[in-house]
């Protein structure tokens, strides 16, 4: 299973709102020979951590591809930077961000390189919530938990909500 997550908070010039943006990354990936198998609904949160940054949009999608994991991240920076992604300050506000969760099971930890799975999916219920969606019985291969049982070892955050089809 190669899982990825989906954010943006940020208008993009040519695509509009977050989540317009966050479906031409989808056309993009698949313009690149990625398979979308499975995507999530958009779900809204605040920014994280805590900031006066605006809402973000967040999805997640169970993809498939003949890329290994570094040419599929090299493929999602392609394409977050296509859309506007610009690198700097961390946490900073962005018009695409796009994270490789999962590389079927491996687990890598390579210095200021590729860390598989991604190192804090655990801890966000803006990323697990659309996970859900996609893998819902797809296991963390370090914590041995499910998508499920990971989201619930987490405080309940009322600012992660589905997004209305109608809303930006």
């Known amino acids: ?76 920076h392609e394409v977050e930077e296509n859309l506007g992604r610009v690198r700097g300050e961390a946490n900073a506000a962005r018009t695409a961000d796009l994270d490789l969760l999962a590389y079927h099971q491996e687990v890598r930890n390579e210095p200021d390189g590729l860390v598989l799975p991604h190192p804090r999916l655990q801890d966000r219920l803006f990323v697990l919530l659309p996970l859900m969606e996609v893998a819902p019985g797809w296991r963390h291969p370090i914590k041995g938990l499910n998508v499920a049982e990971m989201a619930r070892a987490l405080p309940p955050d009322p600012s992660v909500r589905l997004l209305l089809e109608d809303s930006a």
Request: hydrophobic letters at 45%.
């Open 1 to 76: 299973m190669i899982l990825i997550a989906l954010g943006a908070n940020l208008e993009h010039p040519e695509h509009g709102s977050p989540r317009a943006t966050l479906e031409a990354a989808l056309a993009a990936l698949e313009a690149r020979g990625l398979r979308i198998l499975q995507r999530s609904r958009w779900y809204q949160s605040a920014a994280w951590p805590a900031s006066d940054q605006p809402d973000y949009v967040n999805g997640a999608a169970l993809v498939d591809c003949d890329l290994g994991p570094e040419a599929l991240l090299g493929v999602l």
